[in-house]
């Protein structure tokens, strides 16, 4: 089993930004890929960047590319998502997850965080 708590959200202003972090426990944690979805109320859950395990894979939606940056620090159990430059259309509830490889797909994901809000004001 794994264990993910995402921390971080909150509310900015448009052009702000945020950290998010997942702290992850459990033995099988070890070789996970993890990602970020987000999930906006009355819209489907999407893709927002995922990492490999030795970080040397990695991939971010588009609308996100060139503003978050993914990170891990295995020896900590930890994955962050900086988030520049953020826009109204970035609110949503941000969900950390963990699988076995880098995937755009949130069914891929066994396990996931319950959510952090992060709202962005115009």
Not at 8 to 29: E, K, N, P, T
Not at 35 to 57: D, L, N
Not at 63 to 87: C, E, H, P, W, Y
Request: proline share 2%; charged share 15%; with cysteine.
């Amino acid at each position: 089993q794994v264990q993910l708590v995402e921390s971080g959200g909150g509310l900015v202003q448009a052009g702000g930004s945020l950290r998010l972090s997942c702290a992850a426990s459990g033995r099988a944690f070890n070789n996970q890929a993890m990602g970020w979805f987000r999930q906006a109320p009355g819209k489907e859950r999407e893709f927002v960047a995922a990492i490999s395990w030795s970080g040397s894979t990695i991939s971010y939606a588009k609308s996100v590319k060139g503003r978050f940056t993914i990170s891990r620090d295995n020896a900590k159990n930890t994955m962050s998502l900086q988030m520049n430059s953020l826009k109204p259309e970035d609110t949503a509830v941000y969900y950390c997850a963990a699988g076995a490889y880098v995937r755009m797909v949130a069914s891929h994901y066994d396990y996931w965080g319950q959510g952090t809000q992060v709202t962005v004001s115009s």
